[in-house]
């Protein structure tokens, strides 16, 4: 029987029943059993409207109508959930998003790399540090990166639950309280930019978003009295689902619409088992997240996590690689998307700027053969690490742009479209990457890497790249007059 049409039952534990890849092994199981109990018995980190909303704005970017800026920290640290970085975060998510709104004329889909990604894969179970063979550090939520940390610990998951909390509070607070509102001149100071030609293009973008905003401004469309996309906006939580037992805990079962009488109403808290409802009238939720992921590493055709993922009402991203063969990205897609929801799935994409032309067509291809309509997003990032001089591991800003700009092209030639990009970026001024419109070397990585995992984009060069797309979308735009 054909994968999209399998009637194999689901469960929020039917993943146990798979083979399982970058699973964590605790010393104590009995303790790892108390810990995600008491996570599934606590409240959901998001709600069911919200991942409606989600579903339905990425069916408009799967559909052209919308783009996707997806962005945050490789590994969110819990160290990082404090107001200052958390608003830094916000801030270039906020004005990325509002130079790609100028430069595309389309709506943007803010989905935010954070309050949840907390584990991190990694090729090998062990590493070297100061000659001694120690266990790999996995994430804050599975052990520390001090050596003397590195025992998985479950009350880790239990920490990641409330620092996870604690983020999408303060997130909500700033949204309702107007930090979305992006008026405030100071916020776009381009001193950083050292190229004259180059200040002056971005400098020309900011002016027009000015007198743009001014002008509504003075018609009343932007007045403090109103809710406008302009005061306030949609952001949404994500990280990669590697973890299944917390994401197990934090799935919930929700009555079908049917059940409802087909008439929205108020979402009701349940924690699972939801046993006044039958399993076939549940649709099942993961609340951890608005959106979650499966990385390169454990996107296995009868894996546990293409299992856990395949029941969830979430919309869900799949990472994309060389590796991947156009045969076995159909069949994810067959098990992940069988009613063919335009947006259901979005596939992220990472081959390297040298590798995406070998890659890239021959997937696009496979999927045009299919009814799927995933939304294509670039990652830029994850094929374009290397090893400076410096020892530090890091990206190349041009390499970057080389993989984002090939990757419009390639859908453009092909009759597709690139829908979304997908970044590790930080609002800090960090030294991670190099290039950019400051012009980072190799010998000012030291000056401030800050990342224990892997490098990031830092303010500046996050900008950078939302003002070269916007360049890119503006000048298609502005020949096809």
Known sequence: MPEHLSTTAWAPDSWKSKPIKQDVVYDDPKELEEVVSRVANLPPLVSQPEIDRLRAQLREVAEGRAFLLQGGDCAESFDYCEPTKIEDKLKILLQMS??????????????????????KP??????????????????????????????????????????SASTINYVRLLLDSGFADIHQP??????????????????????????ALGFMGVIGATGSGQTSALNTVDLYTSHEALLLEYEQALTRAVAKPSERGGRKQPYEPSTPPRKSLAPELCDWYNMSAHFIWIGDRTRQLDGAHIEYFRGVKNPVGVKVGPSMEPEELVRVLGILDPLLEPGRVTLITRYGAGKIADNLPAHIKAVQATAHRPVWCCDPCHGNTTTAPTGHKTRSFDAIISEITSSISIHRELGSRLSGVHLELTGEHVTE?????????????????????????????????????????????????
């Open 122 to 163: 990694r090729s090998s179970p062990y590493e070297t540090v100061n000659g001694e063979k120690i266990l790999s550090y996995r994430g804050d939520n599975v052990n520390g990166i001090d050596p003397g940390q590195r025992r998985p610990d479950p009350q880790r998951l239990l920490s990641a639950y409330f620092h």
């Open 98 to 119: 509002l130079v790609l709104v100028w430069g595309m004329r389309l709506p943007i889909v803010r989905i935010a790399r954070m309050a949840g990604q907390y584990a």
């Open 186 to 211: 100071e916020a776009w100071d381009l001193g950083y930019v050292r190229k004259e030609e180059i200040r002056h293009e971005y400098q020309t973008i900011v002016n027009r978003l000015t007198d």
């Open 433 to 481: 990457c190099t290039g950019g419109s400051q012009e980072l070397s190799h010998s000012d990585l030291p000056s401030n890497y800050q990342t224990f995992c892997d490098p990031r984009l830092n303010y500046e060069q996050s900008l950078d790249i939302a003002f070269k797309i916007a360049k890119v979308y503006q000048d298609e735009r502005e020949n096809a007059c």
